[in-house]
């Protein structure tokens, strides 16, 4: 299968965003150049995936070719944008013993995916093993990336939970510093359980659902996804159950793969829809209380298509003037 470039068609300088009136209390400031937002109201972000029938991606659609619930409420956009936006992309890999023997694929395969990021674009790599730590922080350079991923070693057991925890918490850090508009986007390999972490699937649902990052996992099962679902251990099951959620709960995408030939044709769909998505962004009517509130996406019904995006979001308290 062909490369594809997160840029696919177009360069920087074409870079536009469509902003609509924003109610409240004013503005944003956008610059549509380098995509900064700036605005002393708390804006919902989304990144919506919008395909067909049979998984195309659907492009070409307009801001008001949306309509944004919250809690069932239709909310007005106040921030759209139907063209690349810079991606940052986190590598998390299972780099336990039981991957010893695919270590080669997946090098191979997570350096294809990094050389698919423009100049705008950055990467990160997280290894998963007894403990997890970010052995390479983002990055526009490529080639530390690539260094990173080539000095990927295998052993011990298998700490996911913790993995995606300490990368979403980056994600997080990044998101406050940063007043750029970028798409956030983790992508999960493993072939086996949860085994070593200190942290639960609780804890890793509750920043998924506040870091606003959409999680790709690609579960490496072997001969286990051959075998019918029936026959499965009760831990396979409930591994397959905690993945799939925070990848649903977040926006993005799950993937089984039967073998590790498989991975090179993912990393390029996940890099095919990185490119084809949309930023939506709307300002909540409410004011915030804390609680965690759902958010649904439509299109319209003539366009035969779904959108997807976080399931929701924890409203952040509002501030009391005195």
Same mark, same amino acid.
């Given at each position: 299968?062909?490369?594809?470039?997160?840029?696919?068609?177009? /360069? =920087?300088?074409?870079? +536009? !965003?469509?902003?609509? @009136?924003?109610? #409240?209390?004013?503005?944003? *400031?956008?610059?549509?150049?380098?995509?900064?937002?700036?605005?002393?109201?708390?804006?919902?972000?989304?990144?919506?995936?919008?395909?067909?029938?049979?998984?195309?991606?659907?492009?070409?659609?307009?801001?008001?070719?949306?309509?944004?619930?919250?809690?069932?409420?239709?909310?007005?956009?106040?921030?759209?944008?139907?063209?690349?936006?810079?991606?940052?992309?986190?590598?998390?890999?299972?780099?336990?013993?039981?991957? /010893? =023997?695919?270590?080669? +694929? !997946?090098?191979?395969? @997570?350096?294809? #995916?990094?050389?698919?990021? *423009?100049?705008?674009?950055?990467?990160?790599?997280?290894?998963?093993?007894?403990?997890?730590?970010?052995?390479?922080?983002?990055?526009?350079?490529?080639?530390?990336?690539?260094?990173?991923?080539?000095?990927?070693?295998?052993?011990?057991?298998?700490?996911?939970?913790?993995?995606?925890?300490?990368?979403?918490?980056?994600?997080?850090?990044?998101?406050?510093?940063?007043?750029?508009?970028?798409?956030?986007?983790?992508?999960?390999?493993?072939?086996?359980?949860?085994?070593?972490?200190?942290?639960?699937?609780?804890?890793?649902?509750?920043?998924?659902?506040?870091?606003?990052?959409?999680?790709?996992?690609?579960?490496?099962?072997?001969?286990?996804?051959?075998?019918?679902?029936?026959?499965?251990?009760?831990?396979?099951?409930?591994?397959?159950?905690?993945?799939?959620?925070?990848?649903?709960?977040?926006?993005?995408?799950?993937?089984?793969?039967?073998?590790?030939?498989?991975?090179?044709?993912?990393?390029?769909?996940?890099?095919?829809?990185?490119?084809?998505?949309?930023?939506?962004?709307?300002?909540?009517?409410?004011?915030?209380?804390?609680?965690?509130?759902?958010?649904?996406?439509?299109?319209?019904?003539?366009?035969?298509?779904?959108?997807?995006?976080?399931?929701?979001?924890?409203?952040?308290?509002?501030?009391?003037?005195?």
């Amino acid at each position: 299968m062909a490369d594809v470039n997160f840029f696919t068609g177009r /360069t =920087a300088s074409v870079l +536009a !965003v469509t902003l609509t @009136a924003l109610a #409240l209390r004013g503005p944003a *400031r956008v610059d549509a150049q380098s995509a900064t937002i700036r605005s002393g109201i708390d804006m919902v972000p989304l990144t919506v995936t919008v395909t067909d029938p049979s998984g195309r991606h659907v492009t070409g659609l307009t801001g008001n070719d949306f309509t944004v619930l919250e809690d069932g409420v239709e909310q007005p956009l106040s921030f759209f944008a139907s063209v690349e936006i810079p991606v940052d992309v986190a590598l998390v890999l299972d780099t336990s013993g039981s991957m /010893t =023997a695919d270590l080669p +694929a !997946v090098r191979s395969a @997570a350096t294809g #995916l990094v050389r698919t990021l *423009r100049a705008v674009d950055r990467g990160a790599v997280v290894e998963v093993k007894q403990s997890a730590g970010i052995s390479q922080p983002f990055t526009s350079d490529v080639s530390r990336i690539e260094q990173a991923i080539r000095g990927l070693s295998t052993s011990g057991n298998s700490a996911i939970y913790d993995g995606i925890y300490v990368m979403l918490r980056e994600f997080e850090r990044e998101r406050r510093t940063n007043v750029q508009v970028r798409r956030q986007a983790l992508v999960l390999l493993s072939d086996g359980l949860d085994n070593r972490s200190r942290l639960s699937f609780e804890d890793v649902m509750d920043v998924a659902r506040r870091a606003g990052v959409n999680i790709y996992v690609i579960a490496l099962r072997g001969d286990v996804a051959l075998k019918p679902r029936a026959s499965r251990d009760g831990s396979t099951l409930q591994a397959e159950y905690t993945m799939g959620t925070v990848a649903r709960e977040s926006g993005g995408r799950t993937f089984f793969p039967k073998s590790a030939r498989e991975l090179p044709e993912i990393y390029t769909a996940i890099a095919h829809e990185l490119a084809n998505q949309y930023e939506l962004g709307y300002t909540p009517a409410r004011p915030g209380d804390g609680a965690f509130r759902r958010v649904m996406v439509r299109v319209p019904p003539q366009t035969n298509a779904c959108a997807r995006t976080r399931s929701g979001y924890y409203a952040p308290r509002a501030s009391l003037n005195h």
